[in-house]
């Protein structure tokens, strides 16, 4: 059965860093993009990054220059590097894999909360 497990999340300063890092099955992983979305309270769920199964990423505005995403294939997990990190990153991050169209998995989520 497909499985995304999150982790990394946790409570930060305003300019800190966290790593969070999305660990899935190998049959879900291989051949897939895998992206991170967040959502904050009251707020839908909005895109982060994307990682293409080639090594393609793609950010959202509000996040360039300051988030990495990258993949390790050979370990089927995807990270997200978060530097100079803001309040507005506050946020449950999710990672989420669409194998093929009409088709999604989401984690469970992970809480990031960046204090001022």
């Known amino acids: 059965q497909a499985q995304l497990v999150e982790s990394g999340g946790g409570l930060v300063q305003v300019g800190g860093s966290l790593r969070l890092s999305c660990a899935a099955s190998r049959t879900l992983f291989s051949a897939n993009a895998v992206a991170w979305y967040r959502q904050a309270p009251g707020k839908q769920r909005d895109l982060v990054a994307r990682?293409?199964?080639?090594?393609?990423?793609q950010y959202a505005d509000s996040v360039k220059g300051r988030f990495t995403i990258s993949r390790d294939n050979g370990k089927n997990t995807v990270y997200l590097q978060m530097n100079s990190l803001k309040p507005e990153d506050t946020a449950v991050y999710y990672c989420?894999?669409?194998?093929?169209?009409?088709?999604?998995?989401w984690g469970q989520g992970t809480q990031v909360t960046v204090s001022s």
């Open positions: 989420n894999v669409q194998p093929r169209a009409g088709t999604e998995y």
């Open positions: 990682i293409s199964s080639g090594g393609s990423t």
